[in-house]
């Protein structure tokens, strides 16, 4: 992840003002806690564990720190606004595909946050060096969809009745995917070629 340290951090801009990416650590564990535990449950049915629990969070920070997860997280101060993971399974027969999540605040939707973290994953994925990314999302988080069919991603999957809230309704699970050396040649609309 030696590329990425140098990246990070790095101040940018939203539509309401700057905010600053760095990358996910111990350290910043209060403060995720505390975003986490502030996104509507429905937010999170997408990830494969509930980050709201102790273990799940200290099981991110450990993958985090041995490589198998690159995280960014917004933040302005000590707040987190919003945090994307890039998931690497380095020993599956899937290791040259990297899976992107990404949540936002409430307060931060609709301000461009959520794109500026697809890309910041599409740049992790090319120096890390990924041919692929996918991203899973309830069907119903309709503008999440738009945003990632709008960065080239495109349907592969449709699971039905795959996540279950905690009051025991079921959702369909969306994947989709996008050929990074695809996003590559195209990062000039994104306005990414300045990032390498």
């Given at each position: 992840?030696?590329?990425?340290?140098?990246?990070?951090?790095?101040?940018?801009?939203?539509?309401?003002?700057e905010i600053?990416?760095?990358?996910?650590?111990?350290?910043?564990?209060?403060?995720?806690?505390?975003?986490?535990?502030?996104?509507?449950?429905?937010?999170?049915?997408?990830?494969?564990?509930?980050?709201?629990?102790?273990?799940?969070?200290?099981?991110?920070?450990?993958?985090?720190?041995?490589?198998?997860?690159?995280?960014?997280?917004?933040?302005?101060?000590?707040?987190?606004?919003?945090?994307?993971?890039?998931?690497?399974?380095?020993?599956?027969?899937?290791?040259?595909?990297?899976?992107?999540?990404?949540?936002?605040?409430?307060?931060?939707?609709?301000?461009?946050?959520?794109?500026?973290?697809?890309?910041?994953?599409?740049?992790?994925?090319?120096?890390?060096?990924?041919?692929?990314?996918?991203?899973?999302?309830?069907?119903?988080?309709?503008?999440?969809?738009?945003?990632?069919?709008?960065?080239?991603?495109?349907?592969?999957?449709?699971?039905?009745?795959?996540?279950m809230s905690?009051?025991?309704?079921?959702?369909?699970?969306?994947?989709?995917?996008?050929?990074?050396?695809?996003?590559?040649?195209?990062?000039?609309?994104?306005?990414?070629?300045?990032?390498?």
């Amino acid at each position: 992840m030696n590329n990425l340290t140098e990246r990070y951090p790095l101040t940018t801009s939203c539509k309401d003002g700057e905010i600053e990416l760095k990358l996910f650590s111990a350290e910043h564990r209060s403060a995720m806690q505390q975003f986490a535990n502030a996104l509507p449950e429905h937010d999170l049915l997408f990830l494969k564990r509930n980050i709201r629990e102790d273990k799940v969070l200290d099981a991110w920070i450990s993958s985090v720190e041995s490589g198998d997860v690159a995280s960014v997280i917004a933040c302005r101060g000590d707040t987190i606004l919003g945090c994307n993971s890039l998931i690497i399974d380095k020993w599956s027969w899937s290791s040259h595909v990297g899976e992107v999540r990404v949540l936002v605040d409430e307060s931060m939707r609709k301000q461009g946050l959520g794109r500026l973290l697809i890309q910041e994953c599409f740049i992790a994925g090319l120096l890390l060096g990924l041919e692929k990314l996918t991203a899973k999302m309830t069907t119903d988080q309709e503008t999440a969809v738009t945003v990632f069919e709008e960065m080239g991603f495109t349907t592969e999957a449709l699971l039905k009745d795959h996540v279950m809230s905690q009051s025991g309704e079921k959702f369909d699970l969306l994947m989709m995917g996008q050929d990074v050396e695809q996003f590559q040649s195209r990062k000039e609309m994104y306005g990414l070629d300045e990032a390498f």
